[in-house]
C-alpha cells in the first residue's frame, strides 16, 4: 500500500498528467527486492490503473538453484550428445564401412557379395550402381576366361596337330622314299607294281589322316556348332554297315543288326561317321569268322546305340585311353588305321552332348552312346 500511495503522489507531483505508457521498477523492502509494475487502462470512459507488485526473492533463489545445477547438467547434456554423436555416427558409417569392404572385394576380383540396398538416398544409389557395376565386371571377366580358355583350346589343338602330323606323316614318307629308291635303282624290277600300288596305298592313308586331323582340330576348337535335326538312326546305320560291306566280307565276318525305327536328334552325317568309326573298329579288331552286333535300344527319352565285337577284352589301362589320338594299345598296334577314328567319335559325340563309352562284354567289347529321340 505504501507503493501505491507513492505511485499516487508521484501522479500529483506531475501536475496532473496522466501516465501514457506502461512502466517498471525496482525497490528494496527488508533487504528483498521486489519489481513494480503500473499499467494504465480504461473502462467505460473513465482511466485508471493496474498496480502490481511482486517479489524477486523466489525467482533469485531459483537462479541459485539452477547455478548450483549447472554442472551437472552440463555433464548430462555433454553425455547425450555423445550418445546421440556415436549412435549417429554407427547409423551413417555403416552403410559406407559395407561400402568400403564390398569395393574391396571387387578389387580382389570376389564379386560373390552385393550391398543391401534399403533406401532411396544417395547412399542407396551408390549402393545400387556398385552391385550393377560388380554385376557388369564379373560378366565381363567370365566372359574373357571363356575366351582365353578357348584360345587355349585353340592353341592346344593347332600344336598337337602340328605334332601329330609331323610324327604321323614320317612311316609313310618314308615307305615312299624306300620305295622310288627301289624303283629308282632298278631292283626287284618285277616287283615295280607292288611298289607302286605301296605308294598308292600310303598316299590314301596320309590323305584319309591329314583329313581327320583337320577335322578332329575343327571339332575340338570349340567353334564349330553342327545343325541338330531329326533323323532315323536305324536307315543310318543301314547305310553304314552297307559302306562297309568289303571289309565285312574280307573278314568272313557276321553282321547282326537289332534295330527299331526311332528318330533322333543330331547331326546325320556326323552322327553316320560315328557309327562307321565305332563299325571300322570293330571290323580291325575281330578275328576273321567273328561276329559284330548292331543293336539300338529304346531308353524313353534317349536311345542307346552301340557296336558290340568278339575278341580280346580291352585292358584296364586302353581302356582310359583309347579316346585320345593316335593311341594304340600293346595289343592293337599292329592293327592299321590312323588312330584317330575314336578321337574324332569323341568329338563329335561331345558336340552333341552325347553320352557315350566303353566297356569289356563276355565276348568282346561293346563301343556306346545316347542320343535324345524325337516323341
Not at 547425450?80 to 576380383?109: D, E, H, Q, Y
Not at 618314308?174 to 624290277?189: P, T
Not at 581327320?212 to 554297315?241: C, H, R, V
Request: proline share 3%; glycine share 8%; with cysteine.
Amino acid at each position: 500500500m505504501e507503493q501505491v500511495k507513492e505511485f499516487q503522489a508521484g501522479l500529483l507531483a506531475e501536475q496532473g498528467q496522466p501516465l501514457q505508457d506502461s512502466k517498471e521498477w525496482g525497490a528494496v523492502e527488508n533487504f528483498a527486492e521486489y519489481k513494480l509494475i503500473s499499467e494504465p487502462v480504461r473502462e467505460h470512459g473513465v482511466k485508471g490503473y493496474i498496480f502490481a507488485m511482486t517479489s524477486l526473492q523466489p525467482v533469485d533463489e531459483a537462479i541459485g538453484v539452477i547455478r548450483q545445477f549447472y554442472p551437472y547438467f552440463l555433464g548430462v547434456a555433454l553425455l547425450c550428445m555423445l550418445v546421440l554423436a556415436f549412435v549417429l555416427s554407427k547409423w551413417l558409417a555403416r552403410p559406407l564401412l559395407s561400402i568400403n569392404r564390398i569395393t574391396g572385394k571387387i578389387a580382389a576380383m570376389d564379386f560373390t557379395e552385393k550391398l543391401p540396398v534399403g533406401s532411396e538416398d544417395e547412399i542407396g544409389q551408390l549402393s545400387r550402381n556398385i552391385n550393377h557395376l560388380s554385376s557388369r565386371m564379373e560378366g565381363y571377366i567370365e566372359q574373357l576366361k571363356r575366351d582365353l580358355d578357348q584360345e587355349k583350346r585353340l592353341e592346344k589343338t593347332r600344336k598337337e596337330f602340328i605334332a601329330g602330323v609331323s610324327h604321323e606323316l614320317k612311316t609313310p614318307l618314308a615307305v615312299m622314299k624306300s620305295c622310288l629308291a627301289i624303283i629308282k635303282d632298278g631292283i626287284a624290277s618285277e616287283k615295280r607294281e607292288h611298289y607302286f600300288q605301296a605308294m598308292e596305298e600310303e598316299i590314301e592313308r596320309m590323305d584319309l589322316l591329314v583329313v581327320n586331323m583337320l577335322d578332329l582340330a575343327k571339332f575340338a576348337s570349340g567353334t564349330y556348332k553342327p545343325e541338330m535335326a531329326p533323323f532315323a538312326i536305324d536307315q543310318a546305320i543301314a547305310e553304314a554297315a552297307r559302306s562297309l560291306a568289303e571289309p565285312i566280307g574280307e573278314k568272313n565276318l557276321t553282321l547282326t543288326l537289332n534295330l527299331c525305327s526311332l528318330r533322333v536328334v543330331g547331326h546325320q552325317g556326323l552322327i553316320s561317321r560315328v557309327i562307321i568309326n565305332f563299325l571300322s573298329n570293330a571290323i580291325r579288331h575281330t578275328e576273321e569268322g567273328g561276329a559284330i552286333a548292331i543293336a539300338v535300344s529304346d531308353k524313353g527319352q534317349t536311345a542307346e546305340i552301340s557296336v558290340e565285337n568278339q575278341g580280346s577284352p580291352l585292358a584296364e589301362a586302353d581302356r582310359k585311353k583309347i579316346w585320345e589320338q593316335f593311341y594304340r594299345g600293346e595289343a592293337r598296334a599292329a592293327k592299321a588305321g590312323t588312330g584317330l577314328g575314336l578321337a574324332l567319335s569323341k568329338e563329335i559325340l561331345e558336340l552333341h552332348q552325347a553320352g557315350y563309352g566303353v566297356e569289356n562284354t563276355r565276348d568282346g567289347v561293346r563301343f556306346f552312346f545316347t542320343l535324345p529321340v524325337r516323341p
